[in-house]
Nanobody, 124 residues
Framework: QVQLAESGGGLVQPGESLRLSCVASGTAVGYYGIGWFRQVPGKEREAVSCISDDDTNTYYADSVKGRFTISRDSAKNTVYLQMNILKPEDTADYYC?????????????????WGKGTLVTVSS
């Protein structure tokens, strides 16, 4: 059974950085595309960034382009989301999930397995 566990969230000030980690167990993370999603209470879940299973395709939401970077370390069975120049509007619960579709510049989806999330708060 695939299990995903996020970590790395916390409270930071605007302009600072965080790196989120998504560790897979029960499978090799390289078998799956992985996406990062975020949700604020009362709002729809948003796809933030995704990477395809072969690392050839990535997707970034317009709101995070140039600030966030997704990467994979298969040796550590982990996918990272490096978040720089954080803004208050980045505040949300962040989740990782397996994804089946990654279309650069357009979308990612087809989620099957989810982690439980990690909270990111950006506030002065």
């Amino acid at each position: 059974q695939v299990q995903l566990a996020e970590s790395g969230g916390g409270l930071v000030q605007p302009g600072e950085s965080l790196r989120l980690s998504c560790v897979a167990s029960g499978t090799a993370v390289g078998y799956y595309g992985i996406g990062w999603f975020r949700q604020v209470p009362g709002k729809e879940r948003e796809a933030v960034s995704c990477i395809s299973d072969d690392d050839t395709n990535t997707y970034y939401a317009d709101s995070v382009k140039g600030r966030f970077t997704i990467s994979r370390d298969s040796a550590k069975n982990t996918v990272y989301l490096q978040m720089n120049i954080l803004k208050p509007e980045d505040t949300a619960d962040y989740y990782c999930a397996t994804v089946r579709v990654v279309v650069p510049g357009l979308t990612c989806g087809g989620m099957d397995f989810w982690g439980k999330g990690t909270l990111v708060t950006v506030s002065s």
